[in-house]
């Protein structure tokens, strides 16, 4: 635990990563009244990976706002200020549940290495960078589905944890593979990845709120199309919308989805390629815009 007189002298938080807490394997806890097993039943064992696990787990089941050190301990049977053996705040908790759920991208082969290593190093233009730069951002976008909580959270924190830099390391990789210079490659990254968590964030929003209606979202597309049209207000200012639900054709509503994700995806490796091809056609293999001032 964080003694009063440190955190006066160190009021900005930064990171849980540069705390410098302890993993602290197999440290045994006394089991709290509320443990199944009852005061004393037995000794429970902690350490921070058990903790994180358990953490994501209630993030999933109750989301963040019923999430609390008390609330976490009880879960794992023993006191709250046994935690503070591994974290000193609940932010440190949600900062580990968010570096554990982007554990779960799937990192393309020969991508998991540092910056300037790995199979995307650059001069790795070839065939095969579009390929792994889809898999990757589909990747990505199933954490948000899975964990609507963790798309808040990224803004919030460094995300300098392991799993983290991990998945930083291997879009560095395959971005730098599709051959455009450095200052075009951090456009590319923001275009592509900027636009995965979007969509994989109001995805992950939406199936959790059919979830809590206890409808499919097919049922739940239904029945709020339905009250629109019901509303010739909203009706007529929504009136392009009809052309657009005619294209949809009998699609189910994810395979919408995965269509309009897939088309997306098309749509910008076909502007990186464009890009790249175009800085070739200058010569240099520079694009025809420099990075301006300062860059």
Known sequence: MVAGTDRAKRPT???????GKPRVRGRRHERSDQSSGGAGAESASLDRDRITEVSVRLLDAEGPEKFSM???????????????WYVDTKDDLLELSLDHVFGEVSV??????????GAGAAGGGGAGWPE????????????????PWASPLIGKYLNIGPCA????????????????????????TTAVFQFVYGFGTIEGHFVQRCADAGLSQDEYYRRATGSIDERPALRDALAGRGRLLAARGDATVQEM????????????????????????GAGGGAVDRGPGPAA
């Open 13 to 19: 938080r930064t990171s849980v990563w540069l705390e």
């Open 70 to 84: 008390r609330r976490l301990a009880a879960e794992l049977g023993v006191t709250a200020m046994s935690l503070y």
């Open 108 to 117: 393309p082969a020969g991508e998991e290495g540092e910056e300037g290593e």
């Open 132 to 147: 792994r730069l889809r898999a990757l951002a589909a990747s990505y976008r199933s954490v948000f589905v899975r964990h």
């Open 165 to 188: 830099t991990r998945f930083s390391h291997a879009v560095q990789s395959v971005v730098r593979s599709t051959g455009l210079p450095p200052y075009a490659q951090r456009g590319a």
């Open 257 to 280: 989805r995965e269509r309009d994700f897939e088309i997306a995806l098309d749509l910008l490796v076909a502007g990186i390629d464009a890009v790249r091809q175009r800085g070739e």
